[in-house]
Each structure stands twice: as C-alpha cells, then as structure tokens.
C-alpha cells in the first residue's frame, strides 16, 4: 500500500540508514516525470537499488499550494514499504519553506532528505534553487541547517555538480563537506555543459581526495553516464568513491539493478504492469503523457516494434493503450 501515515518506531532505527548499506551503494537517480512512484514500484518490485530517490519536489508548493496541488504534490511524494530506504529530494530557496517541507517528509515517515543543488531548469534557477546554489555557497548552507530543524530524525544528503560555469570542484565541495552531510551526490559536469559532454569520472577521485583530507564521514557518490551496474562498480573501484548513481540507464529497464537482460516479451509484460501500476496510483492526479516518454524505452529493437509503439503514442489513457497491446496479441494478465 502506499505509505501516508507517520512512522515514528521507525525513524530512529533509521536514522543514520546511509551507513549501514552495503558498499558500494547503487542509487536510482531522482528524474522528473520519470522516476515517479509508479515507476519506482515498478523498479522495486523486480529488484531494487541501494537506495531510491523521489522526484525532486518543491518545497514552496508543498507550503503553500491550493487543494489540488497539495493532492498532486504528495502523490509526487507517495510511496511504498518496498521502495525502502527512501529519500525525499526537495528544493527551495526559502530556508523557512525548506524546514517546514523537511518535516512534512519526516512526518511521511521518509528515511532522508535530499536538497537538490544542481537542476539546470531555468524556472528553478531563476528562484534561486537547483544549481543556481552553486554560486551562493553562503544560502546552500542555510538550506542544509534548514533541513536539520525540520527532520532532526533523518539524514541529510546533497545532490549537486562540479561547478556552474567552470569546473569549481576545488571551491564547492569542502563548503558542502563543511556542513557534514550524510551523503553528497556529485554529477559530474557543470550546469553550463548540462550533458552535452561526457561525465568528468576522473574528477571523483579528486573529490574523494578532498573528503579524506577534511577527515569527513560524508559518503561521496557519483553520477552521469553510467551505463549498467557492471560499470557501476567498475568506476566506483577505480574511483574509490562509496556508490554510483544511475539516471537514463533506468529507462524501460526496471530490472536494471537486478541485473536481468529482459526478453522483448518481457519488456512488453513491464509496459503492461507499469501502465496499470500508473492507472492505479497516479491516474486521478498526474497527466498520461508523462507515460508516453516509456514506452521507446520499452517498446524498441524487434519487428514491428516502431508500430505498436506509433499506436501506443496515439492513446488517450492507460486503459486505451493496454488495449492496444491486446490487439497486438500480448496478455494482459
């Protein structure tokens, strides 16, 4: 069932979770109107990473939407026993609104909090959140003790990049190491090069090199162009940092951390349960069209793939395109 109700026996046990997983940790990277909860059951379900990450989430809206928005933002924010452990990614550039967003997400019986310092998307810099931090090192830390208020019970971590204009790794970091959070995510290019670029994997031993001098518990992670789990742990052995996180992998491949290379039969049945899964959990408050950047994911690399996957762009609602694929000769049980 999906979790809404405070956990309170759970969080102490909790508290310093980041600790007790094993090395090196796995993450499924937080993506917007992907990793959503739908796809996040889907991925637990058929084997789950280290660790998982919510959607990034306004913590403005969490305060101060109408109604409707708050219904639509904790469905953003809703999710299951088997997505454990679970991280809460939130932004803001309003400490207030960070601590009072922070406890809303330790009253959901979340097991972290996450700021999200290194977003590109304008509208999220321009209130002064995302990456945008990365040029105000002095309200990044606000943000973090913010966090703290709000959620003394759970663990703090950080996502964000190397730099914004430049390479800042040198400057940036051990601003964010000072505040000892549990976890610092690093992506591993700039907020100019987006990813454009190919991920700088030889700048994580540097910032592992920074920890180690500062003598810092924070658990450093990288992040960007990280293709499957053997390479995975080929770069977090190389670079001797404590996990990976993985983004664009995940796509049309929630058994990406089980490691299973799925049939295209297969990957037909994970469209199936991940449309019903959407129906069921997100129908009444998230668009459908989020769905449909899957199904290229799902639906590639057999005859007559680009087919159904032309007719699956063409429906309507979750309900329209199982049909579809009942049509094409796939049970739907």
Not at 24 to 51: C, K, N, W, Y
Not at 103 to 124: E, H, K, L
Not at 210 to 222: A, F
């Amino acid at each position: 069932c999906v979790c809404g109700l405070v956990r309170m026996w759970y969080l102490p046990a909790m508290q310093n979770f980041w600790n007790t997983v094993p090395k090196p940790l796995f993450i499924q990277a937080p993506m917007e109107d992907v990793t959503d909860a739908a796809f996040r059951h889907m991925i637990a379900r058929q084997g789950p990473p280290s660790v998982m990450f919510t959607e990034f989430t306004s913590a403005d809206g969490l305060i101060f939407a109408d109604e409707r928005g708050q219904k639509v933002l904790r469905k953003k924010l809703s999710f299951s026993e088997i997505e454990r452990p679970i991280v809460a990614q939130l932004f803001t550039s309003t400490p207030e609104r960070m601590e009072k967003a922070a406890r809303i997400a330790q009253d959901m019986g979340f097991d972290g909090v996450d700021i999200n310092m290194g977003c590109p998307d304008r509208a999220v810099e321009k209130q002064g959140s995302g990456a945008s931090l990365i040029k105000n090192p002095e309200l990044a830390v606000e943000l973090m003790r913010a966090v703290r208020r709000g959620a003394p019970n759970l663990p703090l971590s950080v996502k964000t990049r190397i730099g914004y204009n430049e390479d800042e790794l040198e400057r940036w970091v051990p601003q964010i190491l000072a505040e000892e959070p549990a976890t610092l995510t690093l992506h591993l290019r700039t907020r100019k090069e987006m990813s454009d670029v190919p991920a700088h994997w030889d700048r994580m031993k540097d910032a592992v090199a920074i920890r180690d001098r500062m003598s810092s518990k924070t658990l450093i992670i990288g992040n960007g162009d990280v293709k499957d789990l053997a390479d995975a742990r080929a770069k977090a052995a190389e670079s001797g940092c404590d996990g990976v996180m993985l983004g664009r992998a995940i796509f049309g491949n929630p058994w990406l951390f089980a490691e299973h290379i799925a049939t295209p039969e297969e990957r037909v049945q994970g469209l199936i349960e991940h449309l019903k899964l959407f129906d069921e959990l997100l129908g009444a408050t998230t668009h459908y069209a989020v769905m449909k950047k899957h199904f290229k994911a799902y639906i590639n690399g057999w005859d007559n793939a680009k087919d159904l996957r032309a007719r699956l762009m063409e429906t309507d609602t979750a309900a329209d395109a199982l049909l579809v694929l009942r049509e094409h000769g796939h049970s739907l049980n």
